[in-house]
């Protein structure tokens, strides 16, 4: 029977990726995206995660349209960079709302009927600068670094009842969000010398997902192309 997958953000990006390889791999996928139209072919959910009554809402649909959740993907995030002694407290607050305590919001409503189905997978996409760190970005690396330990004691927790909780540290990766930056400047420092296509990064979600990764949890996933290497 084909799987309840749903991927945060999935509506473009790295997360609509993911979402397109696992559909591809025969899961039911259901994607939440925020304003505009579901992409083609998935199931879509209006959600923000910024708001634990949207998170409830979209589970509450996905639920009713293809079962208990399997495969959390919690991807949905966003960058407002700027240095330190010009950032706003909102700035720090903002970020750290949308990609840490979002993922607080949706694997707190995914997780009890994951108990109860004995089975689940819960994939987290941080970032390499979690552990690299990048001027301006303070707000970021701080949101990111805390979905390392947030998914290491969620893996403690829930290892027992069959739930595994993994991380993917993508580098720089080819989407709207990285569309401003200097490519050459960054691309000198990977030593694959390229930045990742999202299928790269969606590749790996796939494995963690599957029955191959069944012994892998608490882990955190470079798909770096070696950026963070030592890190
Ligand atoms: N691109 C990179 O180089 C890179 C590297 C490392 C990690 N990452 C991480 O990978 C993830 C995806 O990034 P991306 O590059 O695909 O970014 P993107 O193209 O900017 O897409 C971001 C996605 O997150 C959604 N989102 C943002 N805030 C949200 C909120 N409050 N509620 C619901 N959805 C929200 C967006 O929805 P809307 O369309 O509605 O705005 C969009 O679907 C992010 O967590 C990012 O930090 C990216």
């Known amino acids: 029977?084909?799987?309840s997958v749903l991927v945060t953000g999935g509506n473009r990006g790295i997360g609509l990726a993911i979402a397109r390889e696992l559909a591809a791999n025969g899961d039911a996928v259901a994607v939440t995206y925020r304003s505009g139209e579901p992409p083609e072919g998935l199931f879509g959910v209006r959600c923000d995660v910024t708001s634990?009554?949207?998170?409830?809402?979209?589970?509450?649909?996905?639920?009713?349209?293809?079962g208990p959740v399997e495969v959390l993907v919690s991807n949905a995030g966003i960058t407002?960079?700027?240095?330190l002694a010009m950032m706003k407290e909102e700035t720090f607050?903002?970020?750290?709302?949308?990609?840490?305590?979002?993922?607080?919001?949706v694997a707190k409503?995914?997780?009890?009927?994951?108990?109860?189905?004995?089975?689940?997978?819960?994939?987290?996409?941080?970032?390499?600068?979690?552990?690299?760190?990048?001027?301006?970005?303070?707000?970021?690396?701080?949101?990111k670094a805390g979905l390392i330990g947030f998914a290491r004691s969620m893996a403690r927790e829930y290892g027992s009842r069959g739930i595994t909780v993994n991380v993917?540290?993508?580098?720089?990766?080819?989407?709207?969000?990285?569309?401003d930056l200097d490519t050459e400047a960054i691309t000198k420092n990977i030593p694959l010398g390229r930045q990742a296509s999202p299928s790269e990064v969606a590749r790996v979600v796939r494995f963690l997902a599957s029955d191959d990764a069944s012994y892998i949890t608490g882990a955190v996933i470079p798909v770096d192309g070696g950026l963070g290497m030592g890190h």
């Open 1 to 3: 029977m084909a799987r």
């Open 52 to 66: 634990m009554a949207d998170v409830e809402a979209a589970f509450d649909k996905v639920e009713a349209e293809q």
């Open 80 to 83: 407002k960079d700027t240095l």
């Open 93 to 105: 607050t903002d970020v750290v709302d949308a990609n840490l305590t979002g993922a607080y919001r």
């Open 109 to 143: 409503r995914a997780i009890r009927p994951m108990m109860k189905l004995k089975r689940g997978r819960v994939i987290l996409v941080s970032s390499v600068i979690a552990m690299l760190g990048q001027a301006g970005q303070t707000n970021y690396a701080a949101s």
């Open 168 to 179: 993917v540290s993508p580098g720089f990766v080819a989407t709207d969000m990285t569309a």
